[in-house]
């Protein structure tokens, strides 16, 4: 298993661009998670996703948008792209909502200038 | 809602000596505690936790303390080695559900030779 995987690595924007995120598992997880980590502070939940169709709002929802088609992929839209947005973001999964079984991913960084 | 406040946020050991990481909480009703460690370019990785009916929890080298009474909970690693360098976060919960969470800014750990 590849586990969690996020494209790309690293991204630069210009600010008002959009761009998505990916975010891919392949351990069959109901349960997947978008946070963004700012420097010197803890991770925020930005949007989660219970199975296949079904997101909810986290923390920190606006400026972003997500969807569920399938339970491999959970992609996270950033579509008018603003300075507060540079953070590196973490896509994370687990089988049953349970956190002691969740994974993440490797992050994304972006950076909107 | 809650608050998780965490110190140090960095904390330098020589290689050997034991490292202690504190966190403390606002909701009474938060009732699990995970440890997550950072490597450099790498998402969290859950490497501990504790639950609200136990005062603590060792896995080999780590141990986590709580104290509901006075609403923090503590990491212990003893005997550090340079692979323990990484950053360190603490959660907060209501129950074990990753949506629920809410993070510690984090503590940079440096283990010297």
């Known amino acids: 298993n590849a586990g969690v995987t996020q494209t790309p690595k690293f991204r630069i924007l210009k600010i008002g661009q959009s761009m998505t995120l990916q975010c891919t598992q392949d351990?069959?997880?109901?349960?997947m998670y978008w946070y963004r980590q700012d420097p010197g502070m803890g991770l925020k939940l930005i949007y989660y996703?219970?199975?296949?169709?079904?997101?909810d709002k986290g923390e920190v929802p606006n400026g972003y948008n997500v969807s569920r088609s399938t339970t491999e992929d959970f992609p996270l839209r950033l579509e008018l792209a603003a300075p507060s947005q540079t953070s590196v973001y973490f896509c994370?999964?687990?089988?049953?909502?349970?956190?002691?079984?969740?994974?993440f991913g490797p992050g994304t960084r972006l950076t909107v200038l | 809602g809650e608050n998780v406040e965490q110190h140090p946020s960095t904390l330098s050991v020589q290689e050997g000596d034991s490292a202690v990481i504190k966190c403390t909480y606002s909701?009474?009703?938060?009732?699990?505690f995970p440890w997550y460690k950072q490597e450099l370019g790498k998402g969290p990785q859950l490497i501990i936790d504790?639950?609200?009916?136990?005062g603590e929890k060792k896995d080999q080298r780590i141990a986590v303390t709580l104290n509901k009474t006075a609403k923090h909970f503590s990491l212990h690693i003893t005997e550090t080695q340079p692979e323990d360098s990484a950053v360190y976060f603490c959660?907060?919960?209501?129950?074990?559900?990753?949506?629920?969470?809410?993070f510690g800014p984090g503590t940079r750990l440096s283990v010297l030779p």
């Open positions: 959660a907060a919960s209501r129950g074990n559900y990753g949506q629920n969470f809410v």
């Open positions: 351990m069959n997880h109901n349960y």
């Open positions: 909701d009474s009703a938060s009732n699990y």
């Open positions: 996703s219970v199975g296949a169709g079904i997101t």
């Open positions: 504790i639950r609200s009916n136990v």
């Open positions: 994370a999964s687990n089988p049953s909502g349970r956190a002691d079984t969740q994974y």
